[in-house]
């Protein structure tokens, strides 16, 4: 018998929806007993659908006259509907809760552990249990709210495509709060605390129901579809995350909800002494933390680990360079091109200001890029990166990857008016980007590649590690990693300081 | 009597061949939570038929190891088997054959008993009309059945425990994992339950049973294994503990005549250490009963000592046990003991190095 298990990679077995349903069948039969939670659902499918109708229908008379028939029919009227339908919504995210940590508080999560389902089995089962009743509960009310208000005599000009769009939002936003009460129950174990930590999925999607609010009271229907593929997005994302963190292991092993500045200090301490393939086994650690440790083994395997996220990056570089071709092309672009004669600017063959030609006109010395030093060039580079990483971590990645874009657009935009003006930009390039670009791009990609690892630490841990250690361990990599970023930001700033102009004139001759 | 009927297409070796096959098979398992190590290199065997108990302190990592074994948790290191099954690659073949009683009942309370084993009795793919027949004759076996209109959340908490083993045993099971079976019942409940795993065993079943009832696992147990920190620091029959932790067997002779002292000869019996004594009765400890005790009557005889009695003196697995667990922090524990004696005999042998 092998005596190590870690090295073997467990099968993954075949999920059953069949068996999900089981799951759900039971989880759904267990909230309908419930009555504090059907009591409120109950309330707000029938008895507000109809108080609103009611009042409205009431009032429709001054409303109109008041807020005119357009905006009273076309706005406040689907505008109530699309809220009526939100509100039974909300309670997903107490029955996912109760569902999820309410059976972890219960203790009776560990008898259903050891049946044979699989996580995604469970998390399917529980999932699908905690949304079917209150997409059910928003359906009928919006129905109710309908057809109270046409028996009334008051139909609701709603084109089909509106009201799929409503229930479109309606049921991705219980899909994401479901799948935010997932990740909320993971790092919970007690529905109090959980309830505590729910108000980080309360606040966006209240803001993000405001938001659809403000597109349909101002007859920006279209902005709902764009709200839609927002919400998919997320969906998706939590999706992801929600499957990989819910996992027998993570429920299990997660005992306590208690901060500990010691434990948290010693789980740095920990992965700071390890390298990282250490740290990802919890093996022993090997050899002793050196500086020559760092460079030798811990950055390249973070680098190694990072690949995805830089590869990301790497992609998102070029894909800059290529939309700053295409936007020196727009026409708005080539009509300011024309209008500056900038072309003809290009084309005479204008001295480059950042050269300087002698009186012979033939040697050539670099003027610099005037009060630009090297101390700000390395300042400037140093605070974006760990500011971009930063950024990263509450934006999922996305800050990182604009900041990087939208400083490396430009370049592709000036490739692109020279070539426009017949100029072979390559030169240009080679002489004042390759000399610095070269460490610059480099220490950014590997940067930013932390920073984009540390916003996904908590949406997709590591095998083996919580969520707390797959924090912590990113955290570190990163600490690690700028070791390797910062010298190499300094040699950059410095070439591009004393560098860069003279082999960016002496290869493109000072002219552009 | 619990059927044995064998389900899933697991078929149990005959428990009466001398070595039975390893049903439960461990090696070198361990368990580690970031730096702490919760089971260290545990390793086990359980044969169809036999039932291990697993003592130790709250937190000694009884649980963490019965997790593993149902294939909740990942070991960090090692490998199990249950019934052929890798615990860590076939988890879903392995969580089929075992029955799970969790250290709390963790039931449904807005349930009824029946839905409640209909729920899992579905999830391990038993047929309905099995499945209510089971039901029934177990709920009937463990009197719950008169119950069963109630919600569970209305149950005591001896129905509660009652309840969750019937769900560990609804697919019967060809290996069970029993965490504290009796704990909250009463003596007539713990006795229909005790019962129940010894024609369990019968049946063939593997088990693991952790208890912090000593006299229950003497009773049930075939081995016991006690786990300190995480380790199993011995393992073996009831009274092969006892002898090792304990020494020899002890023995009480009742006499009919008073003595102010035993004759010379007894005591000088070379097989047979005499330990205390008082007018009418003495006791003795001896590594090999079946000679020296004979021998000893024989010896009584000659000299007009008549026997009343001669009884084997009983030593409770509760000094076993605490000779080797120790108290909670490790402290004031044999293994203590025997590391400060090591200590003192390489500081002594120093000493006398230096002289």
Request: proline residues 5%.
């Given at each position: ?56 229908t ?24 699309l ?8 309670f ?8 999820f940590?309410?059976e ?5 999560l ?76 993971t ?15 309360i ?40 499957v ?9 092993a ?100 950042t ?41 999922l ?7 990087l ?53 908590i ?16 955290i ?10 910062i ?26 | ?62 649980t ?56 899992f ?5 038993i ?8 039901s ?8 719950l ?13 001896g ?13 019967e099971?060809?290996?069970?994992f029993?965490?504290?079976p ?39 147990a075939?081995?016991?294994a ?29 006499l009919?005549?008073p ?32 000679d ?54 390489k500081?002594t ?7």
């Amino acid at each position: 018998m092998s005596v190590n298990s870690t090295l073997m990679a467990p099968a993954r077995p075949r999920s059953s929806f069949r068996r999900a349903m089981i799951v759900t069948r039971r989880e759904i039969r267990d909230t309908l007993r419930d009555w504090r939670i059907v009591t409120p659902i109950v309330t707000l499918v029938v008895a507000l659908p109809l108080l609103l109708a009611l009042v409205l229908t009431a009032n429709s008379t001054f409303l109109i006259k008041q807020l005119t028939p357009e905006t009273f029919y076309n706005k406040l009227l689907p505008f109530t509907m699309l809220a009526i339908g939100f509100l039974p919504m909300s309670f997903c995210l107490v029955i996912a809760l109760e569902t999820f940590v309410g059976e972890k508080e219960r203790n009776s999560l560990e008898a259903l552990l050891s049946a044979p389902l699989t996580d995604l089995e469970l998390f399917m089962g529980k999932y699908i249990s905690a949304t079917l009743p209150t997409v059910f509960a928003s359906a009928t009310a919006s129905v109710t709210f309908y057809v109270v208000m046409a028996l009334s005599g008051l139909q609701i000009p709603i084109s089909a495509g509106l009201a799929l769009t409503f229930v479109g939002l309606n049921v991705l936003e219980a899909l994401v709060m479901v799948a935010g009460a997932v990740l909320v129950s993971t790092h919970t174990t007690s529905v109090r605390a959980a309830n505590i930590m729910a108000s980080f999925i309360i606040i966006p999607m209240s803001l993000a129901v405001q938001a659809e609010a403000i597109l349909l009271l101002n007859g920006l229907n279209n902005g709902m579809y764009f709200m839609l593929l927002g919400l998919i997005v997320i969906l998706l994302m939590l999706l992801r995350s929600g499957v990989k963190i819910f996992n027998r292991e993570e429920i299990v092993a997660r005992e306590g909800d208690n901060v500990s500045l010691k434990g948290v200090l010693s789980g740095f301490g920990y992965f700071f002494k390890r390298t990282p393939r250490e740290g990802l086994t919890h093996q022993k650690t090997g050899a002793r933390w050196t500086p020559w440790r760092l460079y030798r083994h811990d950055i390249p395997q973070i680098i190694g680990l990072n690949k995805g996220a830089s590869a990301l990056l790497g992609i998102c570089l070029l894909g800059a360079i290529v939309l700053g071709v295409w936007l020196s092309y727009w026409p708005e672009v080539q009509q300011v091109r024309q209008e500056y004669n900038l072309g003809q600017q290009i084309s005479a063959n204008q001295t480059n200001p950042t050269c300087v030609l002698n009186s012979d006109g033939t040697t050539l010395q670099a003027a610099g890029f005037g009060a630009v030093t090297w101390q700000r060039l390395f300042i400037n580079n140093s605070f974006a990166v760990v500011f971009a990483s930063l950024a990263s971590v509450v934006t999922l990645g996305l800050a990182g990857i604009a900041m990087l874009m939208v400083s490396i657009g430009p370049i592709g935009f000036i490739i692109g008016l020279l070539l426009q003006a017949d100029h072979n930009p390559l030169p240009l390039l080679a002489g004042f980007v390759l000399p610095h670009g070269i460490f610059e791009l480099t220490a950014v990609i590997i940067g930013i590649s932390g920073g984009i690892r540390m916003g996904n630490a908590i949406i997709s841990p590591p095998r083996g590690l919580t969520i707390g250690q797959s924090v912590q361990f990113s955290i570190i990599n990163f600490v690690k990693l700028m070791a390797l970023v910062i010298p190499m930001l300094l040699i950059a700033a410095i070439i591009e300081a004393n560098l860069t102009p003279t082999i960016g004139c002496a290869i493109t001759g000072g002219k552009f | 009597m619990i059927t044995t009927t064998i389900s899933n297409g697991f078929h149990p070796p005959d428990a009466s061949t001398s070595v039975p096959v390893p049903i439960i098979e461990a090696q070198d398992l361990a368990k580690e939570f970031g730096d702490f190590q919760a089971v260290k290199n545990v390793s086990l065997k359980v044969g169809a038929g036999q039932i291990l108990a697993l003592l130790g302190h709250n937190g000694a990592g009884k649980t963490t190891t019965t997790r593993m074994l149902a294939a909740i948790l990942a070991p960090t290191r090692g490998v199990a088997t249950i019934g052929g099954f890798d615990t860590v690659r076939q988890p879903l073949e392995v969580r089929r054959i075992i029955g799970h009683l969790t250290e709390q009942p963790g039931l449904y309370n807005r349930m009824r008993v029946l839905d409640y084993l209909d729920f899992f009795g579905e999830l391990q793919s038993i047929p309905k009309n099995i499945l209510r027949s089971r039901s029934e004759e177990l709920l009937r076996r463990f009197d719950l059945w008169d119950t069963r209109k109630l919600r569970m959340g209305e149950y005591s908490k001896g129905m509660r425990q009652k309840a969750a083993l019937i769900r560990a045993l609804i697919h019967e099971p060809q290996v069970l994992f029993l965490d504290e079976p009796t704990s909250a019942m009463d003596p007539y409940s713990a006795k229909m339950v005790r019962d129940a795993i010894s024609d369990l065993k019968r049946a063939n079943r593997a088990m693991i049973l952790c208890t912090h009832n000593l006299v229950e696992a003497e009773i049930l147990a075939d081995r016991i294994a006690i786990i300190r920190k995480g380790e199993i620091v011995i393992e073996g029959t009831a009274e092969e503990l006892k002898q090792k932790l304990l020494g020899a067997p002890h023995y009480r002779v009742e006499l009919n005549t008073p003595m102010r002292e035993l004759p010379p000869a007894i005591q000088g019996l070379e097989g047979i250490t005499v330990l205390n004594q008082d007018e009418q009765s003495f006791t003795y400890q001896t590594e090999q009963p079946d000679d020296w005790n004979p021998r000893l009557l024989r010896a009584l005889d000659n000299y007009g000592l008549g026997v009343i009695t001669l009884s084997q003196v009983s030593r409770s697995l509760e000094s076993v046990y605490l000779k080797i667990a120790g108290t909670p922090d490790g402290t004031g524990d044999s293994r203590d003991e025997v590391e400060q004696a090591q200590r003192k005999r390489k500081s002594t042998r120093r000493q006398e190095v230096l002289k």
